[in-house]
């Protein structure tokens, strides 16, 4: 609240002071580490492409100082912050760069600077893919002249637990989404260059882990595409087959993040074996109507994991609801002609019918979660922690979650 005073007034700096309380969870050292951590996130701007000052980054708060009586203990909590700081902004400025700046390749090249940190970065192009019989990845970059990639990224934090199977974290990298041949609505098209916030939010996920040297053992895949129309493009009635070998008959090619998770999740289970799948994807309207933008749609195949996650969103401030995932849904999605539809017939359930596709490339037996982050990828008002524009949404939950449950499922 004090950082947002002082950005209204044009202060430019803040002193805030933090005192223990009695009662109080958190110590002063912990409090006044936190009080700066929120500030920085609430300061935070895009503005790169301004060339002229303007009201905004005249508004902007250039310093924050904490005062407390136990600043050593300040310091130890805001080194951990600093870096899930550094997690966040990276996914708001990833998922704020314009189509143009930023696509599948150099997305890509986004990913690669995290070997600086000790962060393992391995890139499949299309031929690799190809090879691997991603079918249905491959199918949605078939309309763009940009060619799609493949980004792994592993961190190794948990020396101890060098042979533990690792979380993997999966994020679906749409960077500009058209529709396809089933071309979206002019109005608000622009908007659609946030279609990868999924897969930024893995990539400042690894970010935040490997730069506190967090002791767990995470991989982050992403599949980075660009859904184009065009006449190489896929059609409505295509069938593809994905890497599973399942075939897909194509119904709606706007409905194309669930064919890139397919073949990523498949390929995490394949390569990596993870003792637990956290997928997350801007990828679906649906999950607006149903929860607006203050919740993500959680949905999940083991109960615990579906606790844990739960508090992890609410000790983070990225709030989960979960929704259903019967199997009754299940049928909705078989197809006449092939193994499965990547649509329903009607609009019902449509969260749920496209977490239900992704849950056919999920094997039996593993722990797996998908949360559509369509509705909190993205804000037009500014929060407390929070400016209009890119919320970075999901790093903080997933560092949570990881941090606090380091060899769960």
């Not at 924050?64 to 400025?93: F, I």
Request: with cysteine; glycine share 10%; proline share 4%.
């Amino acid at each position: 609240v004090a950082a947002v005073a002082a950005i209204g007034a044009k202060a430019g700096q803040v002193t805030l002071i933090a005192d223990e309380h009695k009662g109080a969870k958190l110590t002063a050292g912990a409090l006044a580490a936190h009080l700066a951590f929120g500030a920085r996130l609430r300061a935070y701007r895009f503005d790169k492409y301004h060339t002229k000052k303007s009201s905004e980054t005249e508004r902007a708060l250039k310093n924050c100082a904490v005062e407390t009586a136990d600043a050593s203990g300040a310091r130890r909590t805001y080194a951990t912050l600093d870096a899930l700081a550094e997690g966040v902004e990276l996914a708001r400025n990833l998922v704020s760069e314009p189509p143009n700046i930023l696509y599948p390749v150099s997305m890509a090249a986004h990913c690669a600077e995290l070997k600086e940190l000790g962060v393992k970065v391995d890139v499949l192009d299309e031929k690799a893919m190809a090879k691997l019989g991603m079918g249905a990845l491959l199918g949605v970059a078939q309309g763009s002249a940009q060619p799609p990639r493949l980004v792994v990224m592993s961190w190794q934090g948990d020396k101890a637990a060098k042979d533990q199977s690792p979380v993997a974290l999966v994020g679906k990298g749409v960077t500009f989404d058209t529709g396809g041949i089933s071309l979206k609505p002019g109005p608000g098209m622009e908007e659609m260059k946030f279609d990868m916030a999924g897969a930024a939010a893995v990539i400042g996920t690894l970010h935040a882990l490997a730069k506190s040297k967090a002791a767990v053992n995470v991989v982050g895949l992403v599949g980075l595409v660009e859904n184009m129309p065009s006449g190489t493009a896929q059609r409505p009635g295509d069938i593809v087959t994905s890497m599973s070998g399942q075939t897909i008959e194509i119904h709606n090619t706007d409905a194309e993040g669930r064919l890139v998770l397919a073949d990523v999740v498949w390929y995490a289970q394949e390569n990596f074996k993870p003792r637990a799948i956290i997928d997350l994807a801007t990828l679906t309207g649906a999950i607006l109507i149903a929860l607006g933008h203050e919740y993500a749609g959680l949905f999940v195949n083991d109960h615990d994991f579906a606790v844990r996650l739960h508090a992890a969103g609410e000790v983070a401030g990225e709030k989960l609801w979960r929704l259903p995932i019967d199997d009754c849904y299940d049928r909705e999605i078989n197809s006449d002609v092939a193994d499965m539809k990547n649509i329903a017939g009607g609009r019902e359930a449509g969260s749920t019918i496209g977490a239900k596709f992704i849950q056919r490339f999920v094997k039996k037996g593993t722990p797996w979660a998908h949360l559509d982050i369509a509705g909190t990828a993205w804000t037009k008002k500014s929060q407390p922690t929070v400016p209009k524009g890119a919320t970075g949404y999901g790093v903080r939950l997933l560092y949570q979650y990881l941090t606090a449950n380091p060899a769960a499922e």
